[in-house]
């Protein structure tokens, strides 16, 4: 009876032991559901990446983040408080001047075309920003790309192309008859369909097109109806998002389609010659030069300047847009310094997920904002 009552005392009290345990030390919950992610694109809607663990939120956490608070996000931007010089969070190069050092470039000019004229538009994009990952057109409209690469997003094909894309973890480009080349993560994302098209974007999941008759053609992931169907009539121009795109009709009508959470697919009323999709909130360019906003305003990135802009892109957090004279203005969070653009004059810019690249009148590239695996550092 004794020794009974002991074994029994004995395995009580281990009992509690380990509840005390569990309790006590941190990682020692049995909840295993929950989903691993790198970055707050791996989620999804409605969840936040913190700590490499997507957790249900309901604001979207910067991938540059550990789940702690951001200022810069949660309080007002202050158009000088987080002004920094020149060159501090910016990455450059002037590849018209120097050997830009990618394999095969042999004698090649590798200056890249500064893209003056009326062929300057999102019809003719020679830059392209994408989540981790860049590209750019040199003056013989070969692609170069660098930062991430661990899907081949930074692997461009050979050619001669004439205007390029960068989403998430692909990138599209357009060659001289108007096919669309598409690489990185292999997928639907990646296999456009056999058509001509006059301008191609690269989003999340899935891209979209505009072919030689006007019409709209999406292809990848259609979660969110992102891909199909698409809306009918012609159109001038095209944004693909992580899981909205919008675009432009050849009458001025703004279009948005696909995840609408936040409002990202609200988009605007009036008359239009541009417009950009992100993640959680859209921007576009009024057929007066003013700059209209929706969707998320967590960083303000909604908040656009007054002003005469030409052409708008918009990020995770934070937006830039293109204005007279070929000045850069930026707004929303400044996490990495991805609102403080260098004070050049430029002829062309294209926002990532949390960087900005443009190419200056002289035909320099210039990136600015995250610089994680080397997306701001162009070769």
Same mark, same amino acid.
């Given at each position: 009876m004794i020794r009974a009552r002991d074994t029994f005392l004995r395995s009580l009290v281990f009992a509690i032991t380990l509840v005390i345990i569990g309790a006590v030390l941190p990682g020692c919950s049995s909840a295993t559901n929950a989903r691993s992610c790198t970055k707050q694109a791996d989620c999804f809607q409605g969840e936040a990446c913190v700590n490499q663990v997507c957790e249900p939120s309901g604001k979207p956490v910067d991938e540059e983040h550990d789940g702690s608070a951001d200022a810069t996000a949660d309080a007002k931007p202050d158009a000088t408080a987080d002004a920094k010089p020149i060159g501090d969070d910016t990455? +450059? +190069?002037?590849?018209? /001047?120097?050997?830009? &050092?990618?394999?095969? /470039? &042999?004698?090649?000019?590798? /200056?890249?075309?500064? #893209? +003056?004229?009326?062929? #300057?538009?999102?019809?003719?994009?020679?830059?392209?920003?994408g989540d981790g990952h860049s590209c750019a057109l040199d003056a013989n409209d070969a692609i170069f790309c660098w930062g991430a690469n661990n899907v081949g997003q930074a692997r461009p094909p050979a050619g001669a192309?004439?205007?390029?894309?960068?989403?998430r973890d692909h990138s599209c480009a357009l060659d001289r008859q108007g096919f669309a080349h598409c690489w990185g993560l292999i997928g639907s994302r990646s296999s456009p369909p056999a058509a001509n098209f006059r301008q191609v974007s690269a989003g999340g999941t899935h891209s979209c097109g505009i072919k030689q008759d006007g019409t709209l053609l999406c292809?990848?992931?259609?979660?969110? &109806?992102? +891909?199909?169907?698409?809306?009918?009539?012609?159109?001038q121009q095209i944004g693909a998002g992580h899981t909205h795109n919008c675009g432009v009709r050849t009458n001025g009508e703004l279009v948005c389609w696909g995840a609408s959470a936040s409002g990202r697919s609200d988009g605007a009323e009036g008359m239009f010659t541009q417009a950009s999709a992100a993640v959680f909130h859209g921007c576009a360019v009024r057929v007066d030069e003013s700059l209209v906003c929706w969707g998320a305003n967590g960083a303000y990135q909604t908040d656009a300047p007054a002003g005469s802009f030409s052409h708008v892109g918009v990020g995770e957090y934070h937006s830039c847009a293109l204005g007279a004279g070929g000045v850069v203005s930026c707004w929303g969070s400044d996490t990495n310094g991805r609102r403080s653009p260098p004070q050049e004059r430029f002829v062309q810019i294209s926002v990532g997920y949390a960087h900005s690249c443009g190419i200056t009148l002289e035909g320099a590239i210039r990136c600015w904002g995250s610089n994680i695996s080397g997306r701001a550092t162009p070769p």
């Amino acid at each position: 009876m004794i020794r009974a009552r002991d074994t029994f005392l004995r395995s009580l009290v281990f009992a509690i032991t380990l509840v005390i345990i569990g309790a006590v030390l941190p990682g020692c919950s049995s909840a295993t559901n929950a989903r691993s992610c790198t970055k707050q694109a791996d989620c999804f809607q409605g969840e936040a990446c913190v700590n490499q663990v997507c957790e249900p939120s309901g604001k979207p956490v910067d991938e540059e983040h550990d789940g702690s608070a951001d200022a810069t996000a949660d309080a007002k931007p202050d158009a000088t408080a987080d002004a920094k010089p020149i060159g501090d969070d910016t990455h +450059t +190069t002037d590849i018209a /001047s120097e050997d830009s &050092g990618r394999e095969d /470039s &042999g004698n090649a000019d590798t /200056s890249v075309d500064p #893209c +003056t004229g009326p062929s #300057c538009d999102s019809q003719h994009q020679r830059i392209a920003a994408g989540d981790g990952h860049s590209c750019a057109l040199d003056a013989n409209d070969a692609i170069f790309c660098w930062g991430a690469n661990n899907v081949g997003q930074a692997r461009p094909p050979a050619g001669a192309f004439v205007q390029l894309s960068a989403g998430r973890d692909h990138s599209c480009a357009l060659d001289r008859q108007g096919f669309a080349h598409c690489w990185g993560l292999i997928g639907s994302r990646s296999s456009p369909p056999a058509a001509n098209f006059r301008q191609v974007s690269a989003g999340g999941t899935h891209s979209c097109g505009i072919k030689q008759d006007g019409t709209l053609l999406c292809w990848g992931e259609n979660t969110y &109806g992102q +891909t199909s169907p698409v809306p009918e009539g012609s159109f001038q121009q095209i944004g693909a998002g992580h899981t909205h795109n919008c675009g432009v009709r050849t009458n001025g009508e703004l279009v948005c389609w696909g995840a609408s959470a936040s409002g990202r697919s609200d988009g605007a009323e009036g008359m239009f010659t541009q417009a950009s999709a992100a993640v959680f909130h859209g921007c576009a360019v009024r057929v007066d030069e003013s700059l209209v906003c929706w969707g998320a305003n967590g960083a303000y990135q909604t908040d656009a300047p007054a002003g005469s802009f030409s052409h708008v892109g918009v990020g995770e957090y934070h937006s830039c847009a293109l204005g007279a004279g070929g000045v850069v203005s930026c707004w929303g969070s400044d996490t990495n310094g991805r609102r403080s653009p260098p004070q050049e004059r430029f002829v062309q810019i294209s926002v990532g997920y949390a960087h900005s690249c443009g190419i200056t009148l002289e035909g320099a590239i210039r990136c600015w904002g995250s610089n994680i695996s080397g997306r701001a550092t162009p070769p």
